[in-house]
C-alpha cells in the first residue's frame, strides 16, 4: 500500500516534490534522441546518439532534496566502477545560478565529477517524475529500461543489468496532478479507494432510505471484517458495539442500557412524536469500519473506542438482577415451529392485525415480541430465550392484543411459555469520560 507523506515530512527526509504535466514516456518505449547542453562532460553538447552502446542513468534531483546530493558520491562510485559501460548524468529543473547558489553550501555538490544537466525543462517533464530522487535507465539500444527510485541503483544490480540477466526493479508511478487539499479517498475521483485496507467513518445523518446496521464478514474467510451503520442513534451505536451482534443483541432493548449522562438528549427517544423526526435528524449518525481479516477480532473494540473518542462517551458491561421475559419450552416438541425454507432468506412482517415470521432465527421471534408489546402499549422487558431450538422457524401471531395473558396463550400454541422472573443479565452503562 502506497504511503503519503506530508511535505514537511518530505523536506524533513530530503525528498523533494516536482508538479509535471503532458505527455510521459514510460518503460519499454524508445528515449527521443535530441541534443542538450551539458557540464563536466567531455563536450558541452550531449546527442544521446552517441551514447548508444551503454547504460545511460539519469538521476533526477534538485537543490532542496538532501537525500538526493547525499546519493552523488554513490552514483559517482558507481561510474568509476562500471567505466564506459555506464553513464551518470544529473538532472535538474533549477537553474544555474540555485546550483551555483548550492555549491557554496555543499561539498558534495562542488566536488562531484558526474556530468551535470542544468535548468532542463525536457527531460524531466517527459517523465512523470513527482518526487525525487528518480533514476530513469536508457538501455544500450535507446529504450526506456527502468523507472525507478535512486535507492535499486546498486553494483549488483546493475552488474546483472549489464550480463544480460532480466531486472525488476520497482517500477515508480506517481500521480503528477495528486491533490493533497483533498481527502484521500476523494482524490482523482476515487481513485485510490481500492487500496484502502482500514478506516473508520464517522458523519451526521445523510440523505439515505430509513435506516440500518450491518456487520458483514469477508468473504471467503468468514471473518467479520466491515461494519456499517445508516443513519442511526447514537444509543444504536453503542449498543452494537458493545452487544457485537446486529441479530438477537443483548442491549437492543432500552431497559438493558443505563444512561448516566450530563446530556441524554442525544441518547433518549423523546416521549411524544410530535418532536421525534426533528430529533432523528439533530442526533442521527452513519458509521463505518473497515478492517483487513486479521483484525476481525478486534472490530468490535475498535468501534467502542471509536465512538469514545467522538461522543465522549464510555460504555462499560455490567451483570444486574432484571426481570425478564423468559422463553421456555411448555412440551418437549416443538417441531411445529420448523421452517418450511421459504422465503431463502426469510421475512418478519408486522400488519395491523398479524406479525408473521417465516424461515427466520428465534432471533426474530424475541425481536416480534418485543415489537408487538410496544405496539399494543403492553409493558416490555428484556426477553431471554431458553428455548434452546436452533432451527429457523415459521410463525404467525395477531397483532390485536388486549393483555399479556393473550400473548401468552398465542405463543403456548407453539409450545412456547412466556414467563415473567428475575434473572441476572448484561447491562450496558454509559458514562461521560
Known amino acids: 500500500m502506497k504511503t503519503h507523506i506530508p511535505l514537511f515530512f518530505l523536506l524533513l527526509l530530503g525528498i523533494t516534490t516536482k508538479s509535471v504535466q503532458g505527455q510521459y514516456l514510460d518503460t519499454g518505449q524508445v528515449f527521443p534522441v535530441k541534443s542538450f547542453p551539458i557540464q563536466q562532460y567531455k563536450t558541452s553538447n550531449l546527442d544521446f546518439n552517441n551514447l548508444r552502446g551503454k547504460l545511460v542513468i539519469l538521476d533526477f534531483w534538485d537543490i532542496g532534496c538532501a537525500a538526493c546530493i547525499h546519493s552523488m558520491p554513490k552514483m559517482e562510485a558507481l561510474q568509476q566502477q562500471f567505466g564506459d559501460q555506464v553513464q551518470v548524468i544529473l538532472v535538474t529543473e533549477d537553474s544555474q545560478e540555485k546550483v551555483d547558489g548550492m555549491k ?115 468473504q471467503p474467510s468468514g471473518k467479520l471484517t466491515h461494519i456499517q451503520a445508516i443513519n442511526v442513534t447514537p444509543l444504536e451505536l453503542y449498543q452494537l458495539a458493545y452487544g457485537q451482534t446486529t441479530l438477537n443483541n443483548p442491549f437492543a432493548e432500552g ?110 421471534l424475541k425481536d416480534m415480541i418485543r415489537s408487538l408489546l410496544q405496539d399494543n402499549q403492553l409493558p416490555t422487558l428484556p426477553i431471554i430465550d431458553d428455548l434452546n431450538f436452533t432451527n429457523n422457524i415459521d410463525l404467525l401471531l395477531s397483532n390485536k392484543l388486549n393483555s399479556l395473558e393473550q400473548l401468552q396463550k398465542e405463543l403456548d400454541s407453539y409450545g412456547i411459555g412466556l414467563s415473567e422472573e428475575e434473572a441476572e443479565i448484561p447491562v450496558l452503562i454509559l458514562k461521560d469520560i
Open 104 to 218: 557554496k553550501r555543499s561539498k558534495i555538490l562542488r566536488e562531484t565529477s558526474l556530468p551535470f544537466i542544468i535548468g532542463d525543462t525536457a527531460i524531466i517533464k517527459r517523465f512523470a517524475v513527482y518526487s525525487l530522487p528518480t533514476h530513469v535507465w536508457i538501455s544500450p539500444d535507446g529504450h526506456i529500461s527502468q523507472i525507478t527510485n535512486g535507492y535499486n541503483s546498486t553494483p549488483d544490480v546493475i552488474q546483472n543489468y549489464l550480463k544480460g540477466k532480466r531486472v525488476a526493479l520497482h517500477v515508480k508511478k506517481e500521480y503528477p496532478d495528486f491533490d493533497r487539499t483533498v481527502p484521500l479517498w476523494l482524490e482523482g475521483g476515487g481513485r485510490h479507494v481500492n487500496r484502502i485496507q482500514y478506516f473508520s467513518y464517522i458523519s451526521t445523518r445523510i440523505d439515505a432510505k430509513g435506516g440500518f446496521l450491518s456487520a458483514a464478514k469477508d
Open 255 to 364: 431497559s438493558t442500557c443505563i444512561i448516566e449522562l450530563q446530556n441524554p438528549t442525544p441518547f433518549v427517544r423523546p416521549a411524544g412524536r410530535e418532536n421525534f423526526s426533528q430529533w432523528l435528524d439533530e442526533n442521527s449518525h452513519c458509521y463505518e469500519l473497515k478492517v483487513p481479516e486479521r483484525l476481525s477480532n478486534q472490530i468490535f473494540s475498535m468501534m467502542q473506542q471509536d465512538l469514545a473518542h467522538y461522543f465522549g462517551i464510555k460504555g462499560s458491561v455490567e451483570k444486574e438482577k432484571r426481570n425478564c421475559f423468559i422463553l421456555r419450552r411448555n412440551n418437549k416438541s416443538l417441531h411445529i415451529l420448523t421452517a418450511g425454507g421459504k422465503p431463502m432468506f426469510g421475512t418478519r412482517s408486522l400488519t395491523s392485525d398479524k406479525a408473521i415470521i417465516q424461515n427466520s432465527g428465534m432471533w426474530a
